[in-house]
T-cell receptor, first 110, second 113 residues
């Protein structure tokens, strides 16, 4: 059973066209939810950690929010350099591993 | 302030050979995690290690795969008698503590011919 599901799988936006990426999870006790950005041929780059429902974090054009069952990554007025795959991961209490979603591949056209 | 380092970045092996992947964690980090990523798929957890100890290897195949993190030196992921299905990108991550954020290296791309 998948613990983390990301949608959509792929998203094409025009430059400046805001949108949101979704990450839903089914772990029983959430220690933390993590967002990463991955460029082709590179390792995931850390963006945000969220620990409790209602929490929000922002960085430039990105804003991450968390509810009890899902997280959103909002992208405001994206630029072509925001094109990447965005990965969501969750960590449960008393477990050591991160469960990763399959990612959303974002393509921002100029 | 160096990040997580992995080498080699690319590794080509023939079926039946051994592959050794190395990971040096960030300075001050003593927790290391290995993940495998197949094309167009997410990262799958393999093993979690602290210095000289394997903490969780629940994601590691039972045969041919092993990992270590010695007191001195990098963490090593070892794959014996590689098969074509082992071709993937292998990522190492490190953290300061178990509950803290994991930071990833650039990965080793293994190709088995």
């Amino acid at each position: 059973e998948d613990q983390v599901t990301q949608s959509p799988e792929a998203l094409r936006l025009q430059e400046g066209e805001s949108s949101s990426l979704n990450c839903s999870y089914t772990v029983s006790g959430l220690r933390g939810l993590f967002w990463y950005r991955q460029d082709p041929g590179k390792g995931p780059e850390f963006l945000f950690t969220l620990y409790s429902a209602g929490e929000e974090k922002e960085k430039e054009r990105l804003k991450a929010t968390l509810t009890k069952k899902e997280s959103f990554l909002h992208i405001t007025a994206p630029k072509p350099e925001d094109s990447a795959t965005y990965l969501c991961a969750v960590q449960e209490y008393n477990f050591n591993k991160f469960y990763f979603g399959s990612g959303t591949k974002l393509n921002v056209k100029p | 302030n160096a990040g997580v380092m992995q080498n080699p970045r690319h590794l080509v092996r023939r079926r039946g050979q051994e592959a050794r992947l190395r990971c040096s964690p960030m300075k001050g980090h003593s927790h290391v995690y290995w993940y495998r990523q197949l094309p167009e798929e997410g990262l799958k957890f393999m093993v979690y290690l602290q210095k000289e100890n394997i903490i969780d290897e629940s994601g590691m195949p039972k045969e041919r795969f092993s990992a270590e993190f010695p007191k001195e030196g990098p963490s090593i992921l070892r794959i014996q008698q590689v098969v074509r299905g082992d071709s993937a990108a292998y990522f190492c991550a490190s953290s300061r503590d178990r509950e803290e954020t994991q930071y990833f290296g650039p990965g080793t791309r293994l190709l088995v011919l």
